[in-house]
Structures are given as C-alpha cells and as structure tokens.
C-alpha cells in the first residue's frame, strides 16, 4: 500500500530539520488510516488531538526550541490502553458507553513526552480473549498482506496499521503472543518486554503475572527506538546491531520447532547460522508450561473481570468471550497456586540455559498467517487450530516472563516469524540482533500487496 512510508527515525529527523512539519506527517497518516478502512483495523480516529498535538511541536520549532526525540511521528495504540479523552474499548462494543480517559497509559504518555503523535486507537480481539483477530462483535481485522487471510490476536490492529505503512510504529499488549503472533502473520517486527519492566497503569488487564506492553513496528531500528522511548533512555547507538554477529544462540527443538511447518523451521535455521555458535536445545515437556500459562490466564482473567462487574454486564460479553469468563471463574485456586510454582521452576529452568547461550531461537506461530474463518488448517502430517495453536509456541516464554524480539523473514510468499528470546532485562540484546538480522537482510518487513 504505503511502502514508502518513511521510518519514524526519518520522520522525527525532517521535523528536527524543518524539512517538514508534525502537522503534515499527522495529516499523511490520518489519510493513510482513513484509506486502510477495508482493513477494519481502526477503532477510531484521533485527528483532532492528534492534529492539536503536531500544531504545538510544530510551535515549539518555530521558537527555536529544542525538540523531543521522537517528534511529529504518527503512531497507533492497541484500545486496551488509555487514551485522554477517549473510551478504552478494549475490543468490546458495551464499552463505547465507559466514561473517557482521564489520563494516558504510563505507556502511551511515555511516548508523547517524546513526542509522538496517538493518531487511532487500533481494533483488537474483545478483551484480548482470542488469537486470530477476528472479533464476533467488531469483525475480522484483515491483513494487509491477503485481505482473506488473519493479522492473528489479540494486537491485530496494531499489527495492520503497521504492516499496512500507515504508522511506523504502534502500542500492542502481549500475555501470551498477543504482539508475537501479529507480528508473524503480518510480517512485522514487536517486542514483548521482561514481564515487570514496563509499567502496566491504564491497562485493561488480562492476566496480570503475564501481561506485558510493547511496541510493533516496520523495521528493527524503529522498534529499539520506540522502546528506548518508553523507558525514556536514549536511542541505540549502534543501528546495524554489529556486535550482536558473535552471539551464541540455541535454537529451541523439540517442544518447539517440531511442532511449526517445515517452512518455518527452515526460517529459523537461517537465522541460527548468521550468529557465531549455534547449539540445539530440546524441551519436550514444555506441554506442562504451556498448561501452566492457560490455568494462570483463565484464573487471572475471570477474577478480572470479575472486579470489573461481569455479573451485572455479562449479557454485553460475546458467547465465546463470556464462556471464558465463566470457565475461569469456575476454576479452582489449588489448581491456580500449582501452576504459579510450576511457573517459578519452568523460570528458572529456562534462565539456566543462559549460562551457555546469549540469545535463543524458535517460530513465533508454527505456520503463516490462515485464512479468516477457518476453524483448523492442514499442516505438513498435522492439523492445527489456530484459534488454539497461534500462541502455542510463544505461552513457554511468557510464563518464563522473558524478554522477546518477534522478528519477521519475509520471502516469497506470506512470512514466518521467528522469537529471538534474551535473559530478563537484556531487551537490549535481542534488538541488536534483530538491527543485525536486518542489516544483513536475513529479516525483513513484508511489503503489503492489498491495494
């Protein structure tokens, strides 16, 4: 569609110079939104905070005033986050009702202190329960990649809106693969942090032992420069990630690779062998985390929701989401309390293998993005469910609370995706070998073919 958009590195650098103004570059991507439309991305535009917000950068300059690092650039937040003035909707219809924000996500205002621009709140699965992106009550977000096909969930408007060039960057939220699997079906990049390492205030909340706040983007630079933003520290100095060649990686096998298509495994071997040592590692029980990750998600989320008053409003829930709810609250606590000891055993597990790796490797999603609609697909000697199978891979490293790069190898045909998973806090370590693998072309955005 918008290929040529430019990264919000470029952006942030024209205004700087004056070679062209927040307002125009927030006026380009509210056109750009506004063309997206088929792609039902888009919850609701923000054109006229957004439009005030670039008026008053673009006064800033004109005083000769010193300029935030990120300002003018266009970006989009996930509708679980709060926006000033704005309902948070979550993906669910009922809460176009709730009362505006009165304050920003700790998120969002982290990047509008460095000014970037909110310019949509981005469509998601109804209350982040579910995989695929296609919300019963709002409809299916399309992928700009194949408009038939899934952006996966819950973060697939983020994911469109990206991966369709209307933003270089968006808000996504991940609990377990909410960032990663958009980002693999729509050929993008994300990043799930160290669970803990940002704040989670103005947050619809999931699961909160497992939910995380990350950015998505169209290249691994303007990922590392959203996230720099959001801790408030300074950008990167190193935009082709040199250092990270002589990383050792391991490459999850079995309890991980073998359950994604050939394709996918290949993709991951590419990559393994652009790094200095590469070993195998096999985890063929890591079924008991990821059972683990679905009793702590179902407990967690049916209290939740609980506190939010679902008894007096569970008639505004869909069937799919509200039998969720129900399946959760009916769980029992004994079964809660040995899925968070299990939890802290698989942790620290799974911290052990840093002693003799940096990084390591596996897919995101065992298989490209499906086809809208289709209960289960067919796989090489397997048949997988997506509603069930998309996070199948990436539940493992969230209940670890690991820090993961979502890293996009596109090619002929639609992209797989691949994690680059660090040790807690080292978010810097996998975003330098997501700028290497970039640099060395080995992962790349994938260019929308929709229009």
């Keep these: ?6 990264t919000a590195a470029a952006m942030a650098a024209q205004v700087r110079s004056g070679e062209r103004l927040a307002l125009d570059l ?36 004109a005083q000769g005033r010193l300029l935030p690092p990120l300002a003018g650039v266009p970006f989009v937040v996930k509708s679980l986050l709060d926006v000033r003035g704005h309902a948070t909707l979550a993906g669910a219809a009922p809460r176009a009702q709730e009362p505006p924000a009165l304050r920003h996500a700790d998120t969002v205002e982290a990047l ?36 038939s096909r899934i952006t996966g969930g819950s973060s697939a408007g983020t994911a469109a809106l990206v991966a369709a060039g209307v933003v270089p960057f968006g808000l996504g939220s991940d609990t377990n693969g909410s960032i990663r699997a958009p980002a693999a079906f729509c050929g993008i990049w994300g990043l799930r942090p160290t669970t803990g390492r940002l704040s989670l205030a103005g947050c619809v909340p999931y699961a909160q032992s497992l939910d995380t706040v990350g950015p998505m983007a169209g290249s691994a630079c303007d990922l590392a420069l959203a996230y720099a933003a959001m801790l408030g520290v300074d950008a990167p100095a190193d935009p082709q990630g040199r250092g990270a060649a ?12 073998d359950f994604a298509e050939p394709a996918v495994q ?43 008053g ?31 000891q299990y939890q802290s055993a698989w942790r620290q597990r799974l911290l052990a293998l840093f002693d ?22 067919n796989g090489t000697g397997r048949i997988y469910c997506p509603r069930a199978d998309a996070g199948h891979l990436t539940r493992p490293l969230s209940l670890a609370g690991l820090p993961v790069v979502a890293a996009p190898c596109a090619g002929e045909g639609l992209p797989a995706g691949i994690q680059i998973v660090a040790a807690p806090g080292l978010e810097s370590q996998a975003l330098a070998a997501a700028r290497f693998l970039e640099a060395q072309g080995l992962c790349r955005s994938a260019t929308p073919r929709w229009l």
Excluded: K
């Design 1 to 6: 569609m918008v290929a040529d958009t430019p």
């Design 26 to 61: 927030v006026q380009d991507a509210l056109q750009r939104a506004e063309a997206a439309a088929p792609l039902n991305a888009c919850s609701a535009l923000l054109a006229d905070s957004a439009l005030a917000q670039a008026a008053a950068l673009d006064r800033l300059r």
């Design 112 to 147: 509008v202190a460095a000014g970037a621009v909110p310019v949509a709140l981005a469509a998601m699965d109804e209350y982040a329960c579910g995989a695929t992106g296609e919300n019963v009550i709002g409809g299916p977000v399309r992928n700009p990649l194949d408009p």
């Design 246 to 257: 002589t990383l050792r990686v391991g490459v999850l096998g079995r309890g991980f690779s």
């Design 266 to 308: 290949a993709a991951v071997l590419r990559v393994a062998s652009a790094f200095g040592a590469v070993r195998t590692i096999d985890l063929p029980d890591a079924d008991s985390s990821r059972d683990a990750a679905s009793v702590i998600s179902a407990y967690e989320v049916g209290r939740n929701h609980q506190a939010m």
């Design 310 to 340: 679902f008894s007096e409003r569970h008639g505004g829930y869909s069937a799919f989401v509200r039998q969720r709810i129900l399946a959760g609250l009916a769980m029992p606590r004994g079964w809660y309390d040995i899925a968070r």
């Design 356 to 377: 003799d790796v940096d990084l390591l490797l596996a897919p995101s999603t065992p298989y490209a993005a499906t086809p809208i609609g289709a209960d289960t697909v």
